[in-house]
Nanobody
């Protein structure tokens, strides 16, 4: 069982940066691929970025490539999402999620069995 708690969201101007953190409880955190999803009002939840259990493989949505960086520290049971050059269209609730697929980053939200409560990111123009 893994419990996830996100932090680091907030209000930022366009062009600014935020760093999201997702702290996990449970000794098996290192066994899970982790993903960051986001959901804007009226839109479907989408995978923004993901990382395999070892950190050796990552995924980024085209919309955030070159601006966002995912990383994880298995010793601290934490996964991060560094978000730079933020745009108003990045405004959404961001969710951390864990998947039992260790060696790949699942694209579907249904492949993630563990979810955090979400943290709001608002980018003003």
């Amino acid at each position: 069982q893994v419990q996830l708690v996100e932090s680091g969201g907030g209000l930022v101007q366009a062009g600014g940066s935020l760093r999201l953190s997702c702290a996990a409880s449970g000794r098996t955190f290192g066994s899970y691929a982790m993903g960051w999803f986001r959901q804007a009002p009226g839109k479907e939840r989408e995978l923004v970025s993901g990382v395999t259990w070892s950190g050796g493989s990552t995924y980024y949505a085209d919309s955030v490539k070159g601006r966002f960086t995912i990383s994880r520290d298995n010793a601290k049971n934490t996964v991060y999402l560094q978000m730079n050059s933020l745009k108003p269209e990045d405004t959404a609730v961001y969710y951390c999620a864990g998947s039992r697929f260790r060696d790949l980053v699942p694209m579907s939200a249904g492949s993630y069995g563990y979810w955090g409560q979400g943290t709001q990111v608002t980018v003003s123009s």
